[in-house]
Nanobody
């Protein structure tokens, strides 16, 4: 397994969750890492990405509530999610690619399995 996501679950509105995505070293060190989510009946969307150098980009809905970070010692990327809302309910997936933009993953993409996040009202 090249990307292994974990940390999803059920949380009440206003609560927090931290997702983690462990990657093999060769993938982690050279690629942009990102988190996506897909809600029922909707398209998958980019939440946030982080470059090997630590530069971050966020979707507008994630700014101020979600934080992406990378632990280089553990080849792991995290997504800290605070002030969760029922609208954040979705399957969350991590990905890696040479370059990740809002609309595309450039180069060979890698995907982890999804992890369900459910926010109750």
């Amino acid at each position: 397994v090249q990307l292994q996501a974990s940390g999803g679950g059920l949380v009440q509105a206003g609560g927090s969750l931290k997702l983690s995505c462990a990657a093999t070293g060769s993938i982690f060190s050279r690629n942009d890492m990102a988190w996506y989510r897909q809600a029922p009946g909707k398209q998958r969307v980019l939440i946030a990405k982080i470059t090997p150098g630590g530069q971050t980009t966020y979707a507008d809905f994630a700014k101020g509530r979600f934080t992406i970070s990378r632990d280089n010692a553990k080849n792991t990327v995290h997504l800290q999610m605070d002030s969760l809302e029922p609208e954040d309910t979705a399957v969350y997936s991590c990905a890696a690619a040479d370059q990740i933009t809002t609309d595309w993953l450039w180069g060979r993409p890698y995907w982890g399995q999804g992890t369900q996040v459910t926010v109750s009202s």
